[in-house]
């Protein structure tokens, strides 16, 4: 029944910006958590960023000060605002949710994820 739908993917060269979105159905995105998760080629899941009920975040150090992740509750859509990317931000992008609105870093503490979409930065 929950459904989350990642886009805004691409490729931008180095020192660009993107705009990822999540759209959600099933449940809100105002409830819980929600975060952003990314696997580069042949690496594990790695933590990016977290926003909790009441509107409380928390982002990795790797993107801290570029990245900012927000949520629009009219259109149950989640955004992540990437500035400044870096090739080493190459990935797939994962937009993910829990039920639970704690601090929350590992893959296997949120049970929702969507489908991904590529972000490629360009040097």
């Known amino acids: 029944q929950v459904r989350l739908v990642e886009s805004g993917g691409g490729l931008v060269q180095a020192g660009g910006s993107l705009r990822l979105s999540c759209a959600a159905s099933?449940?809100?995105?105002?409830?819980?958590?929600m975060g952003w998760f990314r696997q580069a080629s042949g690496k594990e899941h790695e933590f990016v960023t977290q926003?909790?009920?009441?509107?409380?975040?928390y982002y990795a150090d790797s993107v801290k000060g570029r990245f900012t992740i927000s949520r629009d509750s009219a259109k149950n859509t989640m955004y992540l605002q990437m500035n400044d990317l870096k090739p080493e931000d190459t990935a797939v992008y994962y937009c993910?949710?829990?039920?639970?609105?704690?601090?929350?870093?590992?893959?296997?503490?949120?049970?929702?994820w969507g489908q991904g979409t590529q972000v490629t930065v360009s040097s």
């Open positions: 926003i909790r009920e009441g509107s409380g975040t």
């Open positions: 099933g449940r809100t995105v105002s409830s819980g958590s």
């Open positions: 993910t949710a829990s039920d639970y609105p704690y601090l929350r870093i590992r893959a296997d503490e949120y049970p929702y």
